[in-house]
T-cell receptor, first 116, second 117 residues
Framework: DSGVTQTPKHLITATGQRVTLRCSPR?????VYWYQQSLDQGLQFLIQ???????AKGNILERFSAQQFPDLHSELNLSSLELGDSALYFC???????????????FGPGTRLTVL | AQTVTQSQPEMSVQEAETVTLSCTYD???????LFWYKQPPSRQMILVIR??????QNATENRFSVNFQKAAKSFSLKISDSQLGDAAMYFC??????????????FGTGTSLTVIP
């Protein structure tokens, strides 16, 4: 168990709909990252938040948005869903420090989104 | 931006043998972190091993070890005494120092490892 939780585990919805994916980082981790992984594909970085503020943006569509709340949990909102948005969405957290120590990302179990 | 390249989309190894997965990266930074993650069929991302760029000694975790060549910007993963449970997708990752890029991570495209009984 990485300590990162994601809900829901599975989500099935229809095209054109909107969904919200939720992530709670490990205790003490200030950075949250969102990734998209389509079937048999690598990890596509979507967006990163640090202590409530957007820190970096990757290949995130305009239909997608995210935020990190004061309690550090994060939500990824996907709207006007298309068939191609079906994927596994990972949240990861890390300690945001350049000093020594554990600097890896800890991944949640992912949310599997199916758009029909 | 930093790039991470895994040139072997697929690899296979006989059970109990040794296999090496390759990873190269491009960076102008001198201090950074490198990781290997494993993704088994369950799709959970699991950290295998980490390496700090300022450390010359190669990291080792049980049957997993790395060959870190900083000048060549190479970071290969060696799996010794391969087991059936090692079958997975392996991702190489690079992390920038926090003060420069907000500790953004960059992932390679992955290497799918098959272990043959």
């Amino acid at each position: 168990d990485s300590g990162v939780t994601q809900t829901p585990k599975h989500l099935i919805t229809a095209t054109g709909q909107r969904v919200t994916l939720r992530c709670s980082p490990r205790s003490g981790d200030l950075s949250v990252y969102w990734y998209q992984q389509s079937l048999d594909q690598g990890l596509q970085f979507l967006i990163q938040y640090y202590n409530g503020e957007e820190r970096a943006k990757g290949n995130i569509l305009e239909r997608f948005s995210a935020q990190q709340f004061p309690d550090l949990h994060s939500e990824l909102n996907l709207s006007s869903l298309e068939l191609g948005d079906s994927a596994l969405y990972f949240c990861a957290s890390s300690v945001s420090s350049g000093t020594s120590g554990r600097n890896e990302q800890f991944f949640g179990p992912g949310t599997r989104l199916t758009v029909l | 931006a930093q790039t991470v390249t895994q040139s072997q989309p697929e690899m296979s190894v006989q059970e109990a043998e040794t296999v090496t997965l390759s990873c190269t990266y491009d960076t102008s930074e001198s201090d950074y972190y490198l990781f290997w993650y494993k993704q088994p069929p369950s799709r959970q991302m699991i950290l295998v091993i980490r390496q700090e760029a300022y450390k010359q000694q190669n990291a080792t975790e049980n049957r997993f070890s790395v060959n870190f060549q900083k000048a060549a910007k190479s970071f290969s993963l060696k799996i010794s005494d391969s087991q059936l449970g090692d079958a997975a997708m392996y991702f190489c990752a690079y992390r920038s120092p926090a003060l420069i890029t907000g500790n953004q991570f960059y992932f390679g495209t992955g290497t799918s490892l098959t272990v043959i009984p």
